[in-house]
């Protein structure tokens, strides 16, 4: 539990937070962009001696506002997706945070606030990936089925970041083939592909789309996209043209296919682009869903299922999102504790959480499975090597004291 007290959100900004009151909820329970988030909040300048002025954004009774929609103070947006449901807080917002919106052009210029905020909720965008690196929220529902694999699209695309307009197909509808992997495509071609299978006829919704499945950390030059830049498209599925629905389709031809996307994710697994990696393996997982296969195929389906999914887990610790990982090996491993790739690959994530202890007992565990690994081996070693490091700080820090 987090005592009440100052804790920096962004140093370099100058956001701190004040905890008044601890919300629900864990740790990574938090709102993100796309939420629309339910709160009451009273903002005040702050003036050189440290007292408050009068409150110039103050809410009368609960209010919501969308994340990432600049309804809100930038500082103030980055400090309430640090908030649990429930909490109270006070947040300072130094001057070179404080970006003005329109709407607060009176402010003075420097101007350092601090607010007073009670998050009460949100509700939820939908997440098109596993690891939340695309979030959906629908505008208008849409009707009949969904989208879905291997269809032809019509859609009305606008893209964007904060600071320029870079995808302006929302004039003219485009047509997209939403089928396997082709070598020119981009991973930004693969995101808005996902994005599509998951709508409906009619249907037009807002996309949030994180750098990895984005431009990346080298932007778009040619398009005015800065490097690690979020991406905020607005999409229009006008129509779509299926060649087969997904439920119309064989037990052989679901696993046919279940394969093709697999084998797509490995060529791009080997290329590096570990987050498009994660989108074919994910989709060969959706052909061997929701079907009851024949007994001839079941260890075949069980096998491609569990491929992929250690697949999936391997790309996430490329990428860093260590806490997917740790679920899907988890998961995993409730099936069948004897899974040495599922074992090794969460212990590696719970070293990088700092969890050294649990990443220890997997790798050991790992270790007695198949004494010949490697890179088990040598993962023990490490953590040993570590243990005896820290112990050995401890000793002389203890030693330190008693001098």
Known sequence: KRLPGMESIDVALGIRKTVLR?????????????????????????????TLGEAFDATAGPTEY??????????????????????????????????????????????TVEYEVTLLGWKTAVSVVPDGGIKKRVLKKGEG???????????????????????????????IHLDKYTPDSTILDETINEICRTMRKGEEAE??????????????????????????????????EAEKELTALTHEERIAKS?????????????????????????????????????????????????????????????????????ICTVLLEKDPKLVKALYRRGTALEHLGDLFSAHQD????????????????????????????DAKDREALKNMFK
Do not use: W
């Not at 690994?373 to 243990?387: E, P």
């Open 66 to 111: 969308e994340i990432g929609r600049r309804q809100l103070l930038p500082g103030l947006e980055r400090a309430i997706q640090t908030m649990r449901k429930g909490e109270a807080a006070r947040i300072r917002i130094e001057s070179s945070a404080a970006q003005q919106l329109e709407k607060f052009t009176s402010l003075p210029e420097p101007c």
């Open 363 to 390: 790798f050991s565990c790992a270790a007695k499975l198949d004494p010949s690994d490697a890179a088990v081996r040598a993962a023990v070693h490490r953590l040993q090597q570590a243990k005896k490091a820290a």
């Open 145 to 175: 089925r969904k989208a879905g694999h291997n269809s032809v699209v019509k859609v009305k695309l606008l893209g964007s970041t904060d600071d320029v307009v870079f995808d302006k197909r929302n004039e003219e509808p485009v047509e």
């Open 207 to 240: 996309v949030v789309v994180q750098p990895a499945y984005g431009y990346g950390s080298a932007g778009c030059p040619e398009k005015a996209v800065a490097p690690d830049a979020t991406l905020y498209y607005r999409v229009e599925l006008l129509d779509f």
């Open 259 to 327: 394969k093709e996307s697999k084998e797509s994710g490995t060529a791009l697994f080997q290329k590096q682009d570990y987050a498009r990696a994660v989108l074919h393996y994910s989709n060969a997982l959706t052909y061997l869903e929701d079907a009851f296969f024949a007994a001839e195929h079941k260890e075949e389906v069980a096998s491609l299922k569990l491929s992929c999914s250690l697949n999936i887990a391997a790309c996430q610790l490329k990428l860093g999102e260590f806490r997917d990982v740790v679920n």
């Open 22 to 50: 601890e919300g629900a909820g864990d740790a990574d329970e938090l709102p993100c962009a796309l939420d629309v988030v339910r709160m009451e909040k009273t903002g005040r300048c702050v003036a050189a001696d440290g």
